[in-house]
């Protein structure tokens, strides 16, 4: 069965502290590997697309790793912003796209 | 939200009542898509378009359908027949091709009592 799993669930951090979230999936064929996020009440916005041959890709504060042999994908930032707090949703491409749950990131001052 | 628009933002409808969401957009995209997000679910296709006059159905379309009149819209129509209907709907289209990003709308609260 095609599925993404995010972890964790929700995180909490400081305003300029860094984190990192994680994206396992078990989708196959695989196409691309997107991030996105979405503000409350908000459509998602899209952060990155991997495809396949590409381990890293930036966007501003943003990065993310995709590891295509474990089939998992991470998302960092850097230098966190209240700006930041938001859900991080990992989608596979497959014939379609497969969208994880989230990962509901708060950040404090 | 890009050039997404989708009205309106918060929906009341009593049960039994069939409703329309609208979706417009001026990307010049031949597909569209609407999706469906419940609290602690990944968003679920409801139903897609690549061409004018033409859509599928997505994973959840029972209760739902869909028109293609014209390419910048796309409205949904949330019928009785739809069992669980209160949800946060969104509108997103693109371009054909692999690799495609999907631009989404800025969403449409439905409660349905």
């Known amino acids: 069965k095609n599925q993404v799993e995010q972890s964790p669930q929700s995180l909490i951090i400081l305003e300029g502290k860094n984190c990192t979230l994680q994206c396992n999936y078990t989708v196959s064929p695989f196409s691309n590997l997107r991030w996105y996020k979405q503000d409350t009440g908000r459509g998602p916005v899209s952060l990155t697309i991997?495809?396949?041959?590409?381990n890293t890709k930036s966007n501003g504060r943003y990065t993310a790793t995709l590891d295509a042999d474990t089939k998992q994908s991470s998302l960092h930032i850097t230098a966190s912003q209240l700006s930041d707090s938001a859900s991080y949703i990992c989608?596979?491409?497959?014939?379609?796209?497969?969208f994880g749950t989230g990962t509901r990131l708060q950040v404090f001052p | 939200d890009g050039g997404i628009t989708q009205s309106p933002k918060y929906l009341f409808r009593k049960e039994g009542q069939n409703v329309t969401l609208s979706c417009e957009q001026n990307?010049?995209?031949?597909?569209m898509y609407w999706y469906r997000q419940d609290p602690g679910q990944g968003l679920r296709l409801i139903y897609y378009s690549q061409i004018v006059n033409d859509f599928q159905k997505g994973d959840i379309a029972e209760g739902y359908s869909v028109s293609r009149e014209k390419k910048e819209s796309f409205p949904l129509t949330v019928t009785s027949a739809q069992k669980n209907p209160t949800a946060f709907y969104l509108c997103?289209?693109?371009?054909?091709?692999?690799?495609?990003?999907?631009?989404f709308g800025p969403g449409t609260r439905l409660t349905v009592t």
């Open positions: 990307l010049n995209h031949d597909a």
């Open positions: 991997m495809t396949f041959s590409e």
């Open positions: 989608v596979v491409d497959t014939d379609k796209l497969i």
């Open positions: 997103a289209s693109s371009t054909l091709g692999t690799s495609y990003e999907q631009y």
